[in-house]
């Protein structure tokens, strides 16, 4: 009878410890959505693995819920950039077509040729060029071709881009069969931006690898992207580039939403690398 007393004790006291310490573990994970949320953080995938049926298909819900409102959040942005851009484009356009005009018939005019007033009208009239062709730059924002999602096979579409920069070094860790669900014209356009860019930037290696869930991770070792920016790089116009026109990952992201997917910026690194851009696929 004491036997049987001691092992019925064992085991209340062994459920009781895997009871506590199971608690804690969901206060962990709570805690963790809440900060998640709090800092509009959508991205988090918490593990699944060891939770019990009922609990793991609440938290795989919740994972996918999150990566659900990051999409529509993402593409509620670029839909509000696009009709930014589009009155913006009709605004400086009405305003700076007359200008181009009226400086371009002063400056043919007899009375105006080899005067001090020829040096003052030409800056105008290139003044109000160089505003149009950066109007030119919303249109390219506003004008892409309509997405054709369909199974592709993903290495393929990474290796196009791999033979445009021989130069540079690469590692791709994709398995030969893995299909994603996309425009492959645009994911190689979104693949060339990020492989210019780090470029630009002084990489000499490219690192990219597929992870579960749907993500395609493309890594480099050129500069890090000081963290003042870090938030700022996906805003059209945005560039830290002399001669940059600040629309090219806006561009890369908007073809990403296009495609059912996204595209951020990660804090995590491959090894030896400084930038990693996430892309966010369907399967």
Not at 27 to 44: C, P, Q
Not at 53 to 74: F, K, S, T, V
Not at 256 to 267: A, E, I, K, P
């Amino acid at each position: 009878m004491t036997f049987v007393i001691i092992i019925a004790g064992v085991i209340v006291l062994g459920i009781a410890v895997w009871y506590v310490r199971h608690q804690r573990r969901l206060k962990e994970r709570a805690y963790l959505m809440r900060e998640a949320l709090r800092n509009h953080d959508y991205s988090f995938r918490l593990p699944t693995k060891g939770l019990p049926p009922g609990e793991r298909a609440m938290q795989q819900l919740l994972n996918d819920m999150g990566q659900e409102i990051r999409g529509l959040m993402a593409q509620n942005e670029v839909e509000s950039w696009q009709r930014l851009t589009r009155v913006l484009t009709h605004e400086i356009m009405n305003a700076t077509a007359p200008i181009s005009s009226i400086t371009q018939s002063f400056l043919n005019h007899p009375d105006v040729k080899g005067t001090p007033l020829e040096d003052g009208i030409r800056a105008i009239r290139d003044t109000s060029s160089g505003l149009t062709s950066f109007v030119e730059s919303y249109r390219k924002f506003m004008q892409l071709q309509k997405a054709e999602p369909a199974n592709i096979r993903l290495r393929e579409v990474v290796e196009n881009v791999q033979a445009l920069y021989p130069s540079l070094k690469w590692n791709i860790d994709i398995d030969a069969d893995q299909m994603v669900y996309a425009d492959a014209n645009l994911l190689r356009q979104v693949l060339t931006n990020l492989v210019k860019n780090a470029q630009e930037a002084g990489a000499t290696q490219m690192d990219i690898r597929w992870r579960e869930g749907g993500v395609l991770a493309v890594s480099n070792d050129g500069s890090p992207i000081p963290s003042e920016v870090r938030k700022e790089i996906f805003v059209p116009f945005f560039t830290t580039k002399r001669r940059g026109s600040g629309i090219g990952l806006a561009l890369a992201r908007q073809m990403m939403v296009m495609q059912g997917g996204d595209l951020t910026l990660s804090d995590a690194h491959v090894g030896g690398c400084n930038v990693t851009f996430l892309l966010r696929m369907l399967l």
